[in-house]
Each structure stands twice: as structure tokens, then as C-alpha cells.
């Protein structure tokens, strides 16, 4: 049924709690799963909301970062005998993954939610409502509460 199995992951504990459900349905139905990470060109400063680009530097360390951190993460998932594939992308989070999902042509988008509501929500943005409003294939939504 699920041959191909997206999942997001940001490198917070949050979202790597997608991990034993995806682990389960990939076992189950012999699914390869496809971890991506979206490096963003800018961010937010935290303190007047202003996007600041990042140099290259900066962003060369970042895309290192991330393949390190997916490669941990796939080798566990190797080592349960599950296919593991992993993506760096670079751009909009919401596109991006949306992007993904068609060219790698998955029948699952695994993910977490960080359970934000209300003003919070609109004010940070929410990627899995993001995907949620624009996807056409299934989405598998976790929501995760984490005390960090």
C-alpha cells in the first residue's frame, strides 16, 4: 500500500517522533523511507522578525549538519532492515516538501505536528497545515507535544 514514505524532520526531538510509527507501517508494508530536511536560504532574527540570509558559509555548515543528522537517523532505520533514502533540499519548508513528495513520487507524507493552535499558530506558521491544505497524496499526522 505505502511504497514510498516521505517523513520531514527538522533536527528537533519533536519531530523524530514520527519515527516508531513510520517504522512500523514501513515493516509492514516493505515501504523505503525517504527522510528530508529543508535548509532555508534565511531566518527570522527572533527579535524584530526580519529575515536575515545566511552567508554560504554559514549555509555550507548547515547542509553538512543535516546530512550528518539524516544519515544517524537512516542508519537506524537500516538497521531494522528498513530501505532508507535521505534529501537535503533547499528553499520554502511547505514547498519544498510538497516538491519532494511528487518527485519522489510517495504514497505517504509522515510528519509531526508541534500542536501550536490559535494565535501561536498564525504567528509561526504551521508547516503541517501548510501541507495539509495543498497535498494531493495521504498525510500521516502525529501530534507531538515534547518539554525541551
Request: aromatic share 6%; net charge positive; proline share 2%.
Amino acid at each position: 500500500m505505502y511504497q514510498k514514505i516521505l517523513v520531514p524532520l527538522d533536527g528537533s526531538k519533536r519531530a523524530e517522533m514520527i519515527r516508531p510509527h513510520v517504522r512500523k507501517l514501513a515493516s509492514r508494508f516493505q515501504s523505503t523511507v525517504i527522510l528530508i530536511m529543508v535548509i532555508e536560504h534565511t531566518y527570522a532574527d527572533g527579535i524584530a522578525e526580519t529575515q536575515i540570509s545566511l552567508s554560504e558559509k554559514v549555509f555550507k555548515a548547515k547542509i553538512k549538519d543535516g546530512e550528518s543528522y539524516l544519515d544517524k537517523i537512516a542508519s537506524k532505520f537500516r538497521d531494522k532492515g528498513i530501505a532508507c533514502k535521505t534529501l537535503i533540499v533547499h528553499g520554502s519548508v511547505v514547498e519544498s516538501i510538497i516538491e519532494a513528495a511528487k518527485n519522489e513520487e510517495v504514497d505517504l507524507i509522515a510528519m509531526t505536528s508541534h500542536g501550536r493552535g490559535g494565535l501561536s499558530r498564525i504567528f509561526y506558521g504551521s508547516v503541517a497545515a501548510g501541507i495539509l491544505n495543498r497535498v494531493d497524496r495521504p498525510l500521516f499526522i502525529v501530534r507531538s507535544r515534547w518539554e525541551e
